[in-house]
């Protein structure tokens, strides 16, 4: 490995340039001098603010242009804030040059590239194991120096051994693949129609065939695999004895996990390598309760299939043995057209005779849970970079194609370790090229990127971060707003929650009464946006309903205010812990007495004649010095009088609960029922209910008349009323 720049120091070094007397997560170069006076808390914040909020000079150094792959073989770690690149632009720019990025400093690491305002945790590592660091100008020194061949033997060899690996995994797939394609023909009457492997897709062509070919989840795979061994002998038993894992007591597994990672085709090796012959049912297939219950049966058959001898197939037109094994895919995908399909696949699973393995990607929806009971769960997760970056590089290596392993970490990556769609991606460029770049990459990743949906806290802690609207920032308007309408009616709400809780980073630089000052005036910025949106929303779901206006809805009730107020943040479960939006429940409670206003409107019309406003206004406080103050004064010997008033108005106990919830002021629900005894309380309920009350109708005297008949005359020409144009 190539000695490093000159401005590099040793961590021992830059320790001992510190200020004597100084700890090491107050050191000059922690960025933390001059904060005497403030809690630790404070200091802790005023550091993240000032980290996250972006750098202070973006674009003012050059980028240099370096060698291809001249970081091989190095691991960096990237703490506190650069000058004039972004944390998300410096790991970039490590990686387009071959060069690993890690998360925390430990003893494997090459170099730490340190900035202002640098943890002390990370400080603290890089004191214990004697790591050497880098400012950003060495960092980019090095990427302008440094030679693909600076490599250390050992990286050498490590590089070598992988490629070698490599290609000998790329002969033995082209050595399967003409066994295959001559077998194929040879079995086949028309062997001109014979799928060649080389016209399959990649994701049919290079599925593994094998189980050590599965990238990752060795050990549930495993599990699958010992509990269809183990399902003859389980059957026999009447699923009494758990086994090792404690699936042999279940006669179904349920396997979840993120898609392409392998879990319909890990069950598909499992039951062919233990004797089972697999058939699938998927979200393309009916998979109603009706065609569930009559097509899972082993011993049933349709009366043609009868006909036909004891093999015919089934109502769903497939032939089940005591040897099948269902594979029922995307579970959780179970939609109007499969109606009734979980309740009756989960009524099969309680008395089926042969394996059901049913595969999901949500193991938290709602239509999962009648088969938490009734099947063994086994979670897959995502395999390691580095077995899906060594299945890519093989692939591509058998196609011909020459692409770095830093853009497959890239393609990896932008994919959420979605291998099917890594594969997809790669077959598609193919068709135009034979190499691809670290810049085509991000470009290809851009147009294949995963639309995810957050839930409304990690929006809100993404919108009042630190980045979404710092000085680097990507992402453009349009991305903003996409944020909104992942779920705009609950966004809004949580932005108006939280806002004030976040630290903004536009305050940062200032202290003392300018501080405060420059506060209040994002407060106020912020505040006065939000009003604009509750007008733009009392347009959109008004009368007229301007749907149009909701790109303008999100500029004022998310992006405007998270603009002003963007800065540390507020995190879920975190110091500033975020807050679930007030508004629904007392609005729910506001629904719900403006309900029982109105009925005591109803009530009490044959004695009064205001409507809700004048009845809230009014009569509520007038009847409160008789229904309920009574009550609290002279306890239960009032209640007779109070009784025969509501009579008088035809008011209910209900009613006389929404009088007491409707009082303000000293006439507050919670302060009066204090005062009243539980004794009286109890008396005047039971006595209520004991006796009759009246109940209040309007006489229908014209009821059943025939409504009198307009005078003769000419009727109206109601045509006359428009204008022809």
């Keep these: 490995m190539a000695p490093p720049a000159k401005s590099t120091t040793k961590n021992k070094a830059f320790f001992a340039a510190a200020p004597p007397g100084q700890t090491k997560g107050t050191s000059s170069a922690a960025g933390t001098s001059g904060a005497s006076g403030r809690s630790k808390y404070q200091q802790l914040a005023a550091l993240k603010a000032a980290r996250l909020a972006g750098p202070a000079a973006p674009g003012s150094k050059p980028i240099p242009d370096g060698k291809p792959n001249c970081l091989a073989g190095l691991t960096f770690v990237f703490t506190g804030e650069l000058s004039s690149l972004s944390r998300d632009d410096a790991i970039d720019l490590a990686k387009r040059y071959g060069g690993r990025v890690t998360l925390q400093p430990s003893s494997k690491t090459s170099f730490v590239v340190l900035g202002d305002n640098a943890g002390p945790a990370k ?12 400012d950003e100008d060495a960092f980019l020194d090095l990427i302008r120096t440094r030679k693909g061949s600076d490599v250390d033997e050992k990286t050498k060899k490590k590089m070598e051994k992988d490629q070698e690996a490599i290609r000998k995994a790329a002969k033995e797939m082209e050595k399967r693949e003409k066994v295959e394609g001559k077998a ?6 028309s062997p001109t129609k014979v799928k060649t492997p080389s016209s399959q897709l990649w994701t049919t ?3 593994p065939q094998s189980l050590k070919e599965v990238c990752g989840n060795k050990s549930q795979v495993e599990k699958l695999q010992q509990w269809l061994h183990d399902w003859p002998d ?10 090792k894992s404690g699936a042999n007591m279940y006669r179904a597994v349920l396997i979840t996990g993120p898609p392409g990672i ?7 090796l499992c039951a062919k390598l233990e004797g089972f012959t697999p058939i699938e049912l998927n979200a393309s297939d009916a998979r109603s309760k009706k065609l569930v219950e009559n097509g899972m049966n082993i011993n049933n058959t349709s009366l043609d299939g009868y006909l036909h001898g004891k093999e015919a197939a089934n109502a769903l037109g497939i032939t089940i043995t005591d040897k099948s094994c269902i594979i029922m895919d995307e579970v959780d995908g179970m939609s109007a057209g499969d109606r009734g399909g979980v309740g009756a696949l989960n009524a099969l699973i309680k008395k089926t005779k042969i394996p059901i393995i049913c595969i999901a990607n949500d193991k938290q929806a709602q239509k999962l849970k009648p088969l938490m009971s009734t099947t063994f769960g086994i979670s897959f997760h995502k395999p390691p970079v580095n077995m899906i970056r060594s299945r890519i590089l093989t692939i591509a290596y058998k196609e011909k194609m020459k692409i770095p392993a830093n853009v497959v970490d890239q393609l990896i990556a932008s994919s959420q370790s979605d291998i099917r769609q890594v594969l997809n991606m790669l077959s598609t460029w193919k068709l135009s090229s ?6 085509e990459s991000k470009a290809l990743s851009k147009m294949n990127e995963k639309y995810t949906i957050m839930n409304p806290f990690d929006i809100t802690t993404k919108v009042l971060g630190p980045y979404l609207f710092s000085q680097t920032a990507r992402e453009t308007l349009g991305d903003k707003m996409e944020l909104y309408f992942q779920d705009h009616s609950f966004v809004p709400l949580f932005i108006q929650e939280n806002y004030l809780r976040s630290q903004p980073a536009r305050a940062r630089n200032l202290e003392g009464p300018e501080m405060v000052l420059k506060q209040l005036q994002l407060m106020d910025g912020a505040a006065s946006s939000i009003s604009d949106g509750d007008v733009v929303d009392s347009m959109i779901h008004g009368p007229e309903q301007h749907w149009s206006l909701m790109p303008l809805h999100a500029i004022c009730s998310t992006i405007r205010p998270a603009s002003f107020m963007y800065g540390t943040g507020v995190h879920y479960g975190g110091p500033n812990s975020m807050s679930f939006p007030q508004w629904l429940g007392q609005n729910s409670k506001r629904i719900k007495l403006i309900r029982q206003l109105g009925d005591i409107q109803v009530r009490m019309r044959l004695k009064v004649s205001g409507d809700k406003d004048e009845i809230r206004q009014s009569y509520i406080p007038a009847l409160h010095p008789n229904l309920v103050r009574p009550l609290a004064e002279d ?9 025969k008033c509501m009579d008088d108005y035809y008011l209910s106990k209900d009613d006389w609960d929404t009088v007491v919830e409707l009082g303000v002021g000293d006439n507050k629900d919670e302060s009066v029922l204090k005062k ?16 009759e009350h009246p109940i209040a109708f309007h006489k229908a005297l014209d009821l059943g008349k025939v409504p009198k008949k307009l005078a003769a005359g000419a009727a109206p020409d109601l045509e006359e009323a428009y204008e022809v144009c």
């Design 184 to 189: 194929a023909q040879k079995g086949s009457a």
């Design 676 to 691: 009243i005894p539980p004794a009286a309380k109890t008396a005047f309920t039971k006595k209520y209910n004991s006796m």
């Design 262 to 268: 392998g879990k319909t085709t890990s069950a598909h």
């Design 635 to 643: 306890g239960a010997s009032a209640v007779d009088v109070i009784i």
């Design 434 to 439: 034979d190499t691809m770049d670290f810049d």
């Design 234 to 243: 389980s059957l026999r038993v009447g699923f009494k004895r758990p086994g």
């Design 123 to 134: 400080l603290e590592s890089i004191k214990k194991h004697d790591l050497t660091t880098l």
């Design 205 to 207: 062509r290079y599925a």
